[in-house]
């Protein structure tokens, strides 16, 4: 199970909200997360690199390549959400090849919704075609989801099909789902994440596929909404006991606002929660590795059976 904290503009928590790169580390380890997952793109732009902000701001100093320093020094992993709306697919697509690029991220999510997202879905497959397979800097392939609505049923606007089946070098571009599943004004996660569930459900027999799952938790106050500790604890486990190895980690957003007084019980039940032993990484297909490292792995065995010299 995968862990991980989202923050969104680290800067303005540790110059407004003096809470340091290091505090905000702190906490999501706190929560039991193993991942920061900063935002990689706004649109056509690189979001939040040291480039971005003068010598002379504060800013500059908590730029997300400053938490991603800060956080790979501490043992935890940096991944990317980069907001996509399509309305310029090659350009978008070239930002994530570029933050990629920058940050070398296991998992990338891909932020898909509002209105101008839903007007230009026509350009989605242009989007997936100049994304093609995102690859780390040892040539492995980067997971990438879609964190869109908890209820496509609801939002037919988004193609959610194209997003889904969409393939590049003989496998599909998406791994999985990662909605955002914030049942906002209601206290129900059980009975709300039970109509996400089938709503999806529909959605993969309708596509002829089974879903990989990595879910956007809500850990934030909007409007005077925040989610009851034990209400989400149980959403939690509801999901856990329907997906099963299918709910491949979970992401809380956001983790700036969980300094919050308000937080407290939040991040007191989240920090005691038990998910169980760590699950080990998925095994890459031998074939997907870079040849350099197919070489490591049969080297040593054909040296011992005398095909190649010792």
């Keep these: 199970m995968n862990i991980q904290a989202s923050v969104w503009r680290p800067w303005y928590t540790a110059v407004w909200g003096k809470h340091s790169l290091e505090e905000q580390i702190a906490l999501a380890k706190l929560l039991q997360a193993d991942t920061i997952s900063i935002k990689g793109v706004n649109g056509v732009y690189v979001y939040g690199a040291e480039e971005n902000f003068s010598a002379l701001s504060p800013y500059r100093a908590h730029s997300n390549d400053a938490m991603e320093r800060?956080?790979?020094?501490?043992?935890?992993?940096?991944?990317?959400?980069?907001?996509?709306?399509?309305?310029?697919p090659a350009a978008q697509a070239r930002a994530i090849q570029d933050a990629v690029k920058r940050w070398n991220p296991r998992c990338v999510k891909l932020d898909v919704e509002g209105n101008v997202a839903k007007a230009y879905a026509h350009n989605t497959g242009a989007f997936l075609r100049s994304l093609g397979r995102l690859k780390r800097h040892d040539g492995t392939s980067v997971r990438v989801y879609l964190q869109s609505y908890r209820r496509p049923d609801l939002h037919r606007e988004i193609a959610w099909e194209k997003w889904l089946t969409y393939e590049a070098e003989g496998d599909?571009?998406?791994?999985?789902?990662?909605?955002?599943?914030?049942?906002?004004?209601?206290?129900?996660?059980?009975?709300?994440?039970?109509?996400?569930?089938?709503?999806?459900?529909?959605?993969?027999?309708?596509?002829?596929?089974?879903?990989?799952?990595?879910?956007?938790?809500p850990t934030f106050?909007?409007?005077?909404?925040?989610?009851?500790?034990?209400?989400?604890?149980?959403?939690?486990?509801?999901?856990?006991?329907?997906?099963?190895?299918?709910?491949?980690?979970?992401?809380?957003?956001?983790?700036?606002?969980?300094?919050?007084?308000?937080?407290?019980?939040?991040?007191?039940?989240?920090?005691?929660?038990?998910?169980?032993?760590?699950?080990?990484?998925?095994?890459?297909?031998?074939?997907?590795?870079?040849?350099?490292?197919?070489?490591?792995?049969?080297?040593?065995?054909?040296?011992?059976?005398?095909?190649?010299?010792?």
């Design 221 to 310: 106050r909007e409007r005077g909404w925040s989610p009851d500790p034990d209400a989400l604890i149980a959403g939690i486990d509801l999901l856990r006991a329907e997906l099963g190895d299918r709910l491949v980690g979970v992401d809380f957003w956001r983790l700036g606002q969980l300094f919050e007084p308000w937080a407290e019980p939040l991040v007191t039940a989240l920090a005691a929660y038990d998910w169980g032993p760590a699950s080990p990484e998925p095994a890459q297909p031998f074939l997907e590795l870079p040849e350099p490292m197919r070489w490591e792995i049969v080297r040593d065995d054909l040296a011992e059976r005398g095909v190649i010299a010792a």
């Design 172 to 217: 599909f571009i998406l791994a999985g789902v990662a909605p955002q599943a914030y049942p906002m004004g209601s206290q129900d996660f059980v009975g709300d994440y039970g109509r996400m569930l089938e709503a999806y459900a529909s959605l993969e027999r309708q596509i002829g596929r089974e879903l990989d799952w990595h879910v956007t938790l």
């Design 70 to 88: 800060a956080a790979k020094d501490t043992g935890l992993e940096v991944d990317l959400w980069c907001w996509v709306d399509c309305k310029q």
